[in-house]
């Protein structure tokens, strides 16, 4: 009796200690009397085509051609081990739009093992020149064109070149290529193939810049260069400039049409002096920035940029009209959005150019711009209107002293988007302030999907629409 309580003892003792020596103490509920090997899913074809077994991660892949429908395919082989049976049959129509679980039973033992497909998509979707110029891509026409400053020339460019999972493309990611004409890159993954066509041109003469203080684009904080990037691969004919470039005047603005400065301040910049004592690089280009809105060029001024045009006359003689109420995060500690958040369309301005198209919600008075799991700065630069403080009784009282008009306002009335129309020869001027104006996320919670986050951009390409007409 002494010895069976040592051997129960004993065995117990393994079991904890040396949990994968004893099939029992697994998490597959596989008995000391069959090994896992007995729940094997050793075969398995969907339509036809066989899935590629993992038995690490107990996963079953079923390639597909890069077009197919998976909401009704048929299980046309099915092999398990001897004396295995499964809860998905041999015959079975499976709806493969989600991942299904295959529960394989053998006696008093299973296992679990997760059955999904993955189409064979070919796709280049980022392609870079020399890590900072971002090429705009048609996928329908499977065309990439990428803006360079004519100063880079076209030979012996770098491509960095981002696409489908499990794809190749040829030629490579990071060969450098000759652009003087334009050259084919295909991408091959399984039974799908692309061809796009590249094309690189030199610009001489921009039709819209974006500039900062940085002597690069990639030099740029991460939101001012997202905002960038996105300007690159969806405006036609712009570049990033210095402010030390336009002061130099190494750029022909013969031909462009508007300037965009988006300006992210870990911390915010509160005021007039604040932006004063921090915004020294643009102040100090104050002069050539003001010629060319007085000579008809328009500006985007997003963010803590938004104090500029007080700066350079655009509000007239009054100095003093910079946003009086601001804020902001630090990008490595930014808020997370539990759900959208947006600003509203003020009274009467529904058929601005700048709020067609969008995302809508429920409210089509609101301007949503973030989803749940979004990381956002709120980075805000706006106008408190009230006759508790501030300098600016009500809405009308803004307007008369600025000669702005009111595009958008915050919960509490403030004024979060406005704009300075074109006169006199003078380029129009559109200003975002708003804390849901955001570009980038330092991370992103799990499952998070972007839908009105999509807004910025679309926000954005309506304000280039609009100025440069």
């Known amino acids: 009796m002494i010895t069976k ?9 393994v079991c904890c200690t040396f949990p994968a020596a004893l099939t029992s103490c697994s998490d597959d509920h596989a008995s000391d009397l069959r090994l896992s090997g007995d729940c094997m899913v050793e075969a398995i074809k969907l339509d036809n ?23 009704a395919m048929k299980v046309t082989d099915l092999t398990l081990s ?15 739009g989600a991942a299904q679980t295959l529960h394989v039973k053998n ?72 652009f003087t004409e334009p050259v084919k890159y295909t991408v091959t993954n399984n039974s799908a193939e692309t061809t796009y066509t590249v094309t690189v041109i030199a610009i001489g003469k921009p039709a819209a810049l974006f500039v900062g203080s940085a002597a690069t684009l990639n030099e740029l904080d991460p939101e001012a260069k997202a905002a960038c990037q996105w300007m690159l691969g969806n405006v036609p004919n712009s570049l990033y400039a210095s402010f030390s470039d336009l002061r130099a005047g190494t750029l022909d603005l013969s031909e462009c049409k508007i300037i965009w400065w988006h300006w992210h301040v870990d911390g915010g910049v509160d005021g007039h002096d604040v932006f004063a004592a ?4 643009a102040l100090d280009t104050k002069n050539e920035i003001r010629q060319f809105y007085e000579n ?76 749940a799991g979004y990381h956002i700065t709120n980075s805000t630069a706006q106008y408190h209107i009230g006759t508790d403080w501030g300098g600016y009784d009500d809405h009308a009282a803004w307007e008369a002293r600025t000669g702005g008009k009111i595009l958008g306002v915050g919960g509490d009335g403030a004024v979060v988007a ?13 200003c975002i302030g708003s804390g849901c104006y955001d570009w980038y996320s330092y991370t992103y919670e799990p499952g998070y999907v972007e839908n009105y986050h999509k807004n910025i951009a679309i926000i954005t390409q309506n304000a280039f629409n609009y100025l440069m007409k």
């Not at 993992?54 to 892949?61: D, P, Y």
């Open 278 to 281: 921090k915004a020294t690089d």
């Open 5 to 13: 309580i040592y051997q129960f003892l004993f065995a117990c003792l």
């Open 82 to 96: 001897n004396g295995a049976t499964c809860n998905i049959s041999q015959g079975a129509t499976l709806n493969m």
């Open 418 to 430: 406005w704009e300075y129309p074109a006169h006199d020869g003078k380029g129009g001027v559109i």
């Open 296 to 371: 008809g060029g328009a500006l985007l001024m997003t963010r803590y940029a938004s104090n500029l045009p007080s700066f350079i006359g655009v509000t007239g003689d009054d100095e003093w009209t910079t946003p009086n109420n601001c804020w902001g995060q630090n990008e490595d500690g930014a808020e997370l959005c539990g759900g959208p958040w947006s600003f509203r369309i003020f009274d009467g301005k529904n058929d601005h150019p700048l709020w067609q198209n969008l995302v809508q919600g429920d409210n089509p008075q609101e301007v949503y711009c973030t989803d």
């Open 49 to 71: 085509f066989e899935g590629t077994i993992n038995l690490a991660s107990r996963s079953i892949v079923v390639r597909l051609p890069e077009v197919y429908d998976t909401q």
């Open 107 to 178: 006696g008093d033992a299973y296992l679990d093992w997760t059955l999904s497909v993955l189409h064979d998509e070919a796709r280049i979707t980022q392609f870079y020149i020399n890590d900072i110029y971002q090429g705009a891509i048609d996928q329908e026409a499977k065309t990439i064109t990428v803006y360079v400053p004519g100063s880079v020339g076209l030979t012996g460019l770098v491509p960095t070149i981002t696409y489908s999972q499990n794809a190749t493309v040829t030629p490579g990611s990071g060969v450098a290529m000759d």
